[in-house]
């Protein structure tokens, strides 16, 4: 079984602080993914990487970057935290072969900015 | 664009009714449809998948069927269980990208 783990399960931050976020994968996937999610709004991509040192914006980029200097690791980071920021973070994996490979998440980063 | 609609929850069952939880999409060329569950405290995982129209996707009692004409995607259940309790969403896949929409997941509560 595929496994995507992620550092923290609970984060308490301050304004202002750098932030960041693990995400490790098992399986030797190409493509690697970060979201949040939000009630009532689903999950929304803030980026993915689909090779290493590749990455590219999804639909709210704007107050994270992200790193992907290994295969099995992508890191999410909050330059500047701020509470629009206080969220439930995923991470998703996936093997390349076109859409019909399904996405792998672990059990998500319930991060607090105070 | 590409988009994906679901109803709105909670759903509140009793324990053996028959669920139905409907999706539809909007979707330029030829998506990947998927449905994933949600448990209390934990990431989603994939529940059912369909790749093209007239597929029908089923996993653990749960069914959904690519319908192209009505661009829907509805998932259903014949007997629901209490341990069914969970936060269900769908989701595309887009063609010609490595991005998913997903719709706004519907909470499904199923009492004994």
């Known amino acids: 079984d595929v496994k995507v783990t992620q550092s923290s399960r609970y984060l308490v931050k301050r304004t202002g602080e750098k932030v960041f976020l693990e995400c490790v994968q098992d399986m030797d996937h190409e493509n690697m993914f970060w979201y949040r999610q939000d009630p009532g709004l689903g999950l929304r991509l803030i980026y993915f990487s689909y090779d290493v040192k590749m990455k590219e914006k999804g639909d709210i980029p704007e107050g994270y970057s992200v790193s992907r200097e290994k295969k099995e690791r992508f890191s999410l980071i909050l330059e500047s935290a701020s509470t629009n920021q206080t969220s439930m973070y995923l991470c998703a994996s996936s093997r390349t072969g076109g859409l019909n490979q399904p996405q792998h998440f672990g059990d998500g980063t319930r991060l607090s900015i105070l | 664009g590409d988009s994906v609609t679901q109803m709105e929850g909670p759903v509140t069952l009793s324990e053996e009714a028959f669920l139905t939880i409907n999706c539809t999409y909007t979707?330029?060329?030829?998506?990947?449809l998927f449905w994933y569950v949600q448990y209390p405290g934990e990431g989603l995982q994939l529940l059912l998948k369909?790749?093209?129209?007239?597929d029908k996707g089923s996993n653990k009692g749960f069914e959904a069927t690519y319908r192209k004409e009505t661009t829907s995607f509805h998932l259903e259940k014949g007997s629901v269980q209490v341990s069914d309790s969970a936060v269900y969403f769908c989701?595309?896949?887009?063609?010609?990208?490595?991005?998913?929409?997903f719709g706004t997941g519907t909470r499904l509560k199923v009492l004994a």
């Open positions: 369909a790749t093209k129209a007239d």
């Open positions: 979707a330029t060329g030829y998506p990947s």
């Open positions: 989701a595309l896949g887009i063609s010609g990208t490595y991005k998913y929409i």
